[in-house]
């Protein structure tokens, strides 16, 4: 009976089985080398040894596996009869996962050496080593990078703000004598009714917005103390909404509010709290210049915190444009201090709170977090 193919393939490799494994011919150790024998179906046709310790397997139930029961079937070909996207007739090296006897899953990197004869492929040698402490190590030095870089991330974010903080102090200095003398004598000048009226409405106008930029200024350059006391959220937010729903309906925006704090309180300087949320208020108006619905929604979730977000309609911000916010000076206004992000976000962190920023093209949502005094 003459054999072609995958019949005479099997046949050849089983020879090449008795011949090389039980006469202790083979290039590997039994003792110390777990490596398996498998054939073009996937069916293990020998294994070592030193498996059996490794795979919790004893030797003729090996014997008796393929390679889609005993490696995970997301590292495996859709036949089940070698490994995907690898070509079992050339020398690789890869990591794959074991199903152990009664024991779960194991990582393992795998060695494949394809076997021939005469030119012709009969199947290959799979040559496995645990690599579990190999991967914790892996793992554990990643987590170690990303802790490293966050940490180096904060520092510069730390060094950045010291820096702004004694420019803050030094323009404010410099800029608060000299603006004092000149609204004091536009105040007189405006008494003796000399020169056009609106000019120096307009010189008030811009004297109160540099007094504006140096408010924000002296806030970021040296936190006044605060004055610490039990501050009602639901009367709060019910202020801040009641003054900002002027300035929406001007600008054709209904102010929707969802948020039941009646019986939560926060410990914290009302008045500061105030001047965030009136900061995210104004800027979520001012992104929906065709007027819309800006959202106020608040949640107690089961941490011992409040959220508070703020949601708009507008465009949007733009990914690159969104890691810039809260860098000292940065702004989009034409008008703009580019403080208002930084100085808000520094009095959330006085009161141990988070902020965190969602955009997309439907609009952008604001997050403030801030912990609850207990109830007791």
């Known amino acids: 009976m003459v054999m072609h193919g995958t019949n005479q393939k099997s046949a050849l490799l089983k020879a090449y089985r008795d011949t090389n494994m039980n006469q202790d011919f083979s290039i590997l150790s039994q003792n110390h080398d777990a490596f398996l024998l498998i054939d073009l179906q996937g069916k293990v046709e020998y294994a070592s040894h030193a498996c059996e310790p490794l795979l919790g397997y004893s030797g003729d139930p090996l014997q008796q ?30 990591d794959a996962q074991v199903q152990v006897n009664d024991e779960g899953i194991l990582d393992v990197n795998v060695t494949s050496i394809p076997i021939f004869f005469e030119k012709a492929f009969l199947g290959s040698y799979l040559v496995l080593k645990d690599i579990t402490s190999i991967k914790q190590n892996r ?47 536009l105040q007189l000048l405006t008494g003796e009714n000399v020169g056009n009226k609106i000019y ?61 704090f009646t019986n939560r309180w926060i410990l914290g300087d009302s008045d500061r709290l105030k001047q965030v949320f009136i900061n995210y208020i104004k800027n979520a108006i001012e992104a929906m210049p065709n007027g819309g619905v800006l ?33 000292p000076f940065f702004t989009t206004k034409e008008n703009g201090t580019g403080l208002g992000m930084l100085v808000s976000w520094q009095i959330i962190k006085e ?21 609850l005094l207990s109830q007791e």
Request: charged share 25%; proline share 3%.
């Open 65 to 94: 596996l393929t390679l889609h029961k005993l490696f995970i079937s997301d590292f495996l070909n859709q036949a089940h009869t070698f490994f995907k996207g690898r070509e079992q007739e050339k020398l690789d090296n890869f």
């Open 139 to 185: 793992l554990t030095m990643e987590h170690e990078k990303e802790y490293h870089t966050l940490i180096s991330s904060l520092f510069r974010v730390s060094e950045k703000q010291a820096t702004a903080a004694q420019l803050a102090a030094g323009i404010a200095h410099e800029i608060r004598n000299p603006i004092t003398a000149i609204k004091g004598f």
């Open 295 to 327: 959202r106020i929604h608040g949640s107690s979730p089961a941490d011992g915190q409040v959220r508070i977000s703020v949601i708009d309609q507008g465009s949007g911000i733009p990914s690159e444009i969104l890691k810039q916010i809260g860098k």
């Open 351 to 371: 009161h141990k709170g988070d902020i965190y920023i969602e955009s997309d093209s439907k609009g952008t949502s604001i997050h403030v977090k801030l912990p």
């Open 200 to 260: 120096f409405e307009i010189m008030h106008s811009e004297i109160d917005r540099i007094e504006a930029i140096l408010k924000e200024l002296m806030v970021l350059a040296k936190p006044s103390k605060q004055k610490y006391e039990r501050v009602n959220l639901q009367a709060l937010l019910d202020q801040v909404v009641t003054l900002m729903t002027s300035q929406a309906l001007l600008n054709t925006i209904q102010i929707e509010t969802q948020f039941d």
